[in-house]
C-alpha cells in the first residue's frame, strides 16, 4: 500500500476514509465533479469534493442476496455493524496498519475485535472463539477481478454460507455512496449511468441517464462532460448528425483536446460523410498523433472511398506512431484489398 505523506488517522473521520477509498471503493462509476479530474483528489479531501463514486443499490443487511454482490471492502465495511454502531470510530486503520504486515494474523486481528468489544465478551460468546476473522469475516473467491480472494468486511454475526454469483444481469439502480450537492445530483448520476449503462448493454439505464442529462443540460450549457456524454448517446442511437451539432460545441469549448475531434469525425462518419470524418480524424492527429483510433477509422474511411493511396499513407504514419504495436502490424495486410478493413 502507497504510503502518504498525510498521517489519516489525524484526519476528521470522512477525509480520513476518503485517504483508503480513492483506492479502495470500487464503485461502478467515478463522476469528477465539473472541472475537476479523478486525479485532483488530495489525501485532506472528502473524495466527494472532487468525484462521486457510484455503486449498485445494495441492501444493508448482510443476510439478503442482494447485499451479496462483490462490493469493495470499504462499502462491506461501512454496511457491517460495528461500523454503523461505532459512530466513526471504525475505520481501516484499525485492522490494518499501513507499515506492518502482522507476524501472527489471527492473534492481532483478535485484539483488534478485543479492543471495542472487550474480553467479558468471551465469557458468553459461544466456544471456540479464538479465531475470529475465520468465523465472521470469512474469505470469499473473488468475483471482481481484481483480488484471488475476498475477504467478507460485513463482519456478519452469522456470515451467509455462500455469497452467490454476483448478477451478470441487469445493474440495479446506481445511487451515490456519499451525498453530493443538490446542484450536481442529476449530472453525476445522469453521466455515471450512461457510462455504467454502455458498459453493461443496459439500454434503458443508457436511456434514463441521457434523459437526466437533457433535462439538466440549461444548467450546465458548457460542460464537456454532459454534451460529450449525450453526444456518445446520439451516436450510439445512429444520429450522426445530431451527434457531430454537440460535439461541434464540445469542441468550441474545448478546441485543444485531440479526442473532440476523434468524436466529431466518428459522428460524420455514422452520418456518411466521409469527406468531414477524414477532416476531423485528421485534425484529432494534428493534435495528439498517439491516438490509436483515428488512424484505424482514417485507413477505413479511405478504404470505402477506394483511396488506396492514403489507406497506405496512413497506415504507414499508424506504424511509425506505433512501431510496436501489433495491431498496427497485423492491419497492414489489409492494404492490399478495402474489404480486409471492415
Ligand atoms: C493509491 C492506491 C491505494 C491507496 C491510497 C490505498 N491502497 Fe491499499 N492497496 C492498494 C493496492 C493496489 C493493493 C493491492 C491489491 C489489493 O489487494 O487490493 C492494496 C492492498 C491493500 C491491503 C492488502 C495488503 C496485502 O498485503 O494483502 C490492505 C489491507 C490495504 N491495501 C489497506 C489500505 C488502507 C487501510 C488504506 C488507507 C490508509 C489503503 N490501503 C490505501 C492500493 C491503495
Ligand atoms: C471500533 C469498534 C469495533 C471493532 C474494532 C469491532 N467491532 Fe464488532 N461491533 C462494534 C459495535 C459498536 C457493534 C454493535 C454493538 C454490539 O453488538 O456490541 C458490533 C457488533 C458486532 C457483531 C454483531 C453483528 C450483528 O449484526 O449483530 C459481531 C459479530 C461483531 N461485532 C464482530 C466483530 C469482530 C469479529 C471484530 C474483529 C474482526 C469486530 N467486531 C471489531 C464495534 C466494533
Ligand atoms: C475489523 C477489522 C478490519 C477492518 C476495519 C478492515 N479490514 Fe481489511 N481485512 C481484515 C482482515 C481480517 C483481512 C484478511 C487479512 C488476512 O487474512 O491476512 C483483511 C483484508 C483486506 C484486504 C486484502 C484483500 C481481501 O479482501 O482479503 C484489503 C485490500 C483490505 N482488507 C482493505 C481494507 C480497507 C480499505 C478497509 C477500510 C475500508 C479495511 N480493510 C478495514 C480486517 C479488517
Ligand atoms: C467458531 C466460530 C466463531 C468464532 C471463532 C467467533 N465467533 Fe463470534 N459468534 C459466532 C456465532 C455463531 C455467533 C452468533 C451467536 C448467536 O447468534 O446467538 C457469534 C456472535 C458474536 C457476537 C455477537 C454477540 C452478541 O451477544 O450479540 C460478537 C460481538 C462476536 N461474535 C465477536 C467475536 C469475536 C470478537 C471473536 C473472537 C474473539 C469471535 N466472535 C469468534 C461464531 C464465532
Given at each position: 500500500?502507497?504510503?502518504?505523506i498525510?498521517?489519516p488517522?489525524?484526519?476528521?473521520p470522512?477525509?480520513?476514509?476518503?485517504?483508503?477509498?480513492?483506492?479502495?471503493?470500487?464503485?461502478?462509476?467515478?463522476?469528477?465533479?465539473?472541472?475537476?479530474?479523478?486525479?485532483?483528489?488530495r489525501?485532506?479531501?472528502?473524495?466527494?469534493?472532487v468525484?462521486?463514486?457510484?455503486?449498485?443499490?445494495?441492501?444493508p443487511?448482510?443476510?439478503?442476496?442482494?447485499?451479496?454482490?462483490?462490493?469493495?471492502?470499504?462499502?462491506?465495511?461501512?454496511?457491517?455493524?460495528?461500523?454503523?454502531?461505532?459512530?466513526?470510530?471504525?475505520?481501516?486503520?484499525?485492522?490494518?496498519?499501513?507499515?506492518?504486515?502482522?507476524?501472527?494474523?489471527?492473534?492481532?486481528?483478535?485484539?483488534?475485535?478485543?479492543?471495542?468489544?472487550?474480553?467479558?465478551?468471551?465469557?458468553s460468546?459461544?466456544?471456540?472463539?479464538?479465531?475470529?476473522?475465520?468465523c465472521?469475516?470469512?474469505?470469499?473467491?473473488?468475483?471482481?477481478?481484481?483480488?484471488?480472494?475476498?475477504?467478507?468486511?460485513?463482519?456478519?454475526r452469522?456470515?451467509?454460507?455462500?455469497?452467490?454469483?454476483?448478477?451478470?444481469?441487469?445493474?440495479?439502480?446506481?445511487?451515490?455512496?456519499?451525498?453530493?450537492?443538490?446542484?450536481?445530483?442529476?449530472?453525476?448520476?445522469?453521466?455515471?449511468?450512461?457510462?455504467v449503462?454502455?458498459?453493461?448493454?443496459?439500454?434503458?439505464?443508457v436511456?434514463?441517464?441521457h434523459?437526466?442529462?437533457?433535462?439538466?443540460?440549461?444548467?450546465?450549457?458548457?460542460?464537456?462532460?454532459?454534451?460529450?456524454?449525450?453526444?456518445?448517446?446520439?451516436?450510439?442511437?445512429?444520429?450522426?448528425?445530431?451527434?457531430?451539432?454537440v460535439?461541434?460545441?464540445?469542441?468550441?469549448?474545448?478546441?485543444?483536446?485531440?479526442?473532440?475531434?476523434?468524436?466529431?469525425?466518428?459522428a460524420?462518419?455514422?452520418?456518411?460523410?466521409?469527406?468531414?470524418?477524414i477532416?476531423?480524424?485528421?485534425?484529432?492527429?494534428?493534435?495528439?498523433?498517439?491516438?490509436?483510433?483515428p488512424?484505424?477509422?482514417?485507413?477505413k474511411?479511405?478504404?470505402?472511398?477506394?483511396?488506396?493511396?492514403?489507406?497506405?499513407?496512413?497506415?504507414?504514419?499508424?506504424?511509425?506512431?506505433?512501431?510496436?504495436?501489433?495491431e498496427?502490424?497485423?492491419?497492414?495486410?489489409?492494404?492490399?484489398?478495402?474489404?480486409?478493413?471492415?
Amino acid at each position: 500500500m502507497p504510503g502518504s505523506i498525510v498521517n489519516p488517522a489525524r484526519l476528521p473521520p470522512r477525509a480520513r476514509d476518503s485517504v483508503c477509498e480513492q483506492c479502495h471503493l470500487s464503485g461502478e462509476a467515478r463522476i469528477p465533479n465539473p472541472g475537476k479530474q479523478l486525479s485532483d483528489f488530495r489525501p485532506d479531501q472528502n473524495l466527494e469534493e472532487v468525484y462521486s463514486v457510484y455503486v449498485s443499490g445494495v441492501s444493508p443487511d448482510p443476510l439478503r442476496p442482494k447485499a451479496l454482490k462483490v462490493i469493495s471492502q470499504a462499502q462491506q465495511l461501512a454496511l457491517s455493524t460495528c461500523a454503523r454502531q461505532s459512530h466513526g470510530n471504525l475505520w481501516c486503520g484499525t485492522c490494518h496498519d499501513p507499515h506492518e504486515q502482522p507476524a501472527d494474523p489471527q492473534q492481532y486481528f483478535r485484539s483488534r475485535c478485543l479492543s471495542c468489544h472487550g474480553t467479558a465478551l468471551l465469557t458468553s460468546h459461544p466456544r471456540p472463539n479464538a479465531d475470529c476473522v475465520a468465523c465472521h469475516m470469512p474469505r470469499r473467491p473473488a468475483t471482481d477481478g481484481a483480488h484471488t480472494v475476498f475477504t467478507d468486511h460485513r463482519i456478519a454475526r452469522r456470515p451467509p454460507a455462500e455469497p452467490g454469483t454476483p448478477g451478470n444481469d441487469r445493474p440495479s439502480a446506481l445511487v451515490a455512496w456519499y451525498a453530493l450537492p443538490a446542484a450536481l445530483q442529476q449530472r453525476n448520476l445522469g453521466l455515471a449511468e450512461v457510462e455504467v449503462g454502455e458498459r453493461s448493454k443496459s439500454f434503458q439505464m443508457v436511456f434514463q441517464g441521457h434523459q437526466r442529462l437533457v433535462a439538466c443540460l440549461p444548467e450546465f450549457p458548457n460542460d464537456p462532460a454532459v454534451l460529450t456524454s449525450i453526444g456518445q448517446v446520439l451516436l450510439g442511437a445512429g444520429r450522426g448528425i445530431d451527434a457531430a451539432t454537440v460535439f461541434e460545441r464540445v469542441i468550441r469549448i474545448e478546441p485543444d483536446v485531440a479526442s473532440n475531434y476523434l468524436h466529431e469525425g466518428l459522428a460524420w462518419k455514422t452520418a456518411h460523410n466521409n469527406q468531414k470524418a477524414i477532416e476531423y480524424l485528421e485534425k484529432a492527429l494534428e493534435r495528439d498523433p498517439l491516438l490509436e483510433q483515428p488512424y484505424r477509422e482514417l485507413a477505413k474511411t479511405y478504404s470505402e472511398a477506394g483511396n488506396n493511396a492514403m489507406v497506405r499513407v496512413t497506415m504507414d504514419r499508424y506504424r511509425r506512431a506505433f512501431p510496436k504495436s501489433l495491431e498496427a502490424k497485423t492491419a497492414a495486410v489489409g492494404e492490399t484489398g478495402p474489404s480486409s478493413f471492415h
